[in-house]
């Protein structure tokens, strides 16, 4: 059973900038991805960015050239570099990883972007 633990969310201004990280319970070895997802209020999950086994990373186009996927295997985190925030990003994030059919979600995190 591994647990995920988001944080860095909070309240930015629009055009700002913000650190998400997603911590595992444990070393993982293999996977066959790991993201994050968004929930605005009233709407559905949605992706937003993904990382592949093998390193290859994948977007939503929403995000595309304004968010980074990456990840610190020393530290066992996953993160989400999100800039030139708008409105609209605004949403519960959350991270999640597929480790060979087995999927694990964090809690989530709240982030608010003033206009």
């Known amino acids: 059973q591994v647990q995920l633990v988001e944080s860095g969310g909070g309240l930015v201004q629009a055009g700002g900038s913000l650190r998400l990280s997603c911590a595992f319970s444990q070393t993982i070895f293999s996977f066959n991805n790991m993201g994050w997802y968004r929930q605005p209020p009233g709407k559905q999950r949605e992706l937003v960015a993904t990382?592949?086994?093998?390193?290859?990373?994948t977007y939503g186009d929403s995000v595309k050239g304004r968010f980074t996927i990456s990840r610190d295997n020393a530290k066992n985190t996953l993160y989400l570099q999100m800039n030139s925030l708008k409105p609209e990003d605004a949403a519960v994030y959350y991270c999640?990883?597929?480790?060979?059919?087995?999927?694990?979600w964090g809690q989530g995190t709240q982030v608010t972007v003033s206009s």
């Open positions: 990382l592949i086994r093998g390193g290859a990373t």
């Open positions: 999640n990883i597929d480790i060979y059919g087995k999927i694990y």
